[in-house]
């Protein structure tokens, strides 16, 4: 297994059908903010976690920037898909987003994850700790 395909972002790590975005946004466990990205999450049945990204063309007008954001968004995940634990992933751009650095947004993609992680670190502990054990 060559390491491209640790981080390859194949079908199986993105979310595909509008029934896997409902999934997340009726089921939504866990919510980040950062200063330019809202982050829903649920917990996943699927062997790994996957991402969906929705860019609406009211957040963010022009299509290159839609394309920059999804592929940074992407990418981050991608890296960091080893750390991110059994979660369906959706990931929204906010207002003023264009204007944004890669490097900001990276940082703010990173800091997401690193919420994710300790969230989910948190709810399984709050799962384990419960009375009839």
Known sequence: MGVMSI?????????RCAADYKGVFDGALFKVHQPHFLFLAKITEQPNSRLGLVVAKKKVRRAHERNRIKRLARESFRLNQQQIEMLDIVVMPKMGIESVSNEELHQQLQSAWL???????????IAISSPNN
């Open 7 to 15: 981080y390859s972002f194949g079908t199986e790590l993105r979310l």
């Open 115 to 125: 919420k994710f992680q300790r969230l989910v670190k948190k709810h399984h502990k």
